[in-house]
């Protein structure tokens, strides 16, 4: 069954208060906040809030779902024939064109930095960093990644690699959303699959583990 559109009015009021939210969560953390300081910040009275939220937990989980919801729906335009074939890329060293679909879900992040920012922030909410990583699992690694690696050569468990890059990638958007993404989605797509293919021994310029060792004093 196809949902009704939603009136323009309705559309922008929910804009309002996503930023409302997504500022405060910023300034005072999610559990400071009342729902007076939402309505006051997105300029809107409380029966308005109340005509399309139960409470700031259910406004919250409704955001939440439909960022993970337009995630999907980017995911989903993409191409099948975009994926990783670590065979077809000749020198990695020398790669210089990001995948597609990462410079996408960059892209949306760019969009909605102000929402993403802030949950992703650490007055944010580190279930929904839960929730990405298994949007990122499921429709990224399973679908694209992880079948270019063959699980009897890994040399740690399959899990275990899944959830370090999981982790450090997070980390890096985290750290891009929250330094002003100076670099375009282009440019932290590169990135990314730059320190996915390198690992973090060879981004750093180090040509063999006795430069570990040899540091100068």
Known sequence: MSKIPEDKRVIRTKKMIRKALAELIEEKGFNNISITDITTRADINRGTFYL??????????????????????????????DSFNIDSMGNIDSIDKPLSFIINILHYFKENSIFMKAILGPNGDIKFQNKIKELMETNVFEKKLIKAFKKENLLIPKEYFISYILSAHLGVIQQWLGSGMGESPAEMALILEKMFLLGPFRVAGLKSPSDLFNLPN
Do not use: G, P
Request: glycine share 0%; net charge negative.
């Open 52 to 81: 399309h939220y139960n409470d700031k937990y259910d406004l919250l989980k409704k955001i939440e779902d439909e960022v993970i919801e337009e995630l999907q729906s980017q995911l989903k335009l993409e191409n099948a024939s």
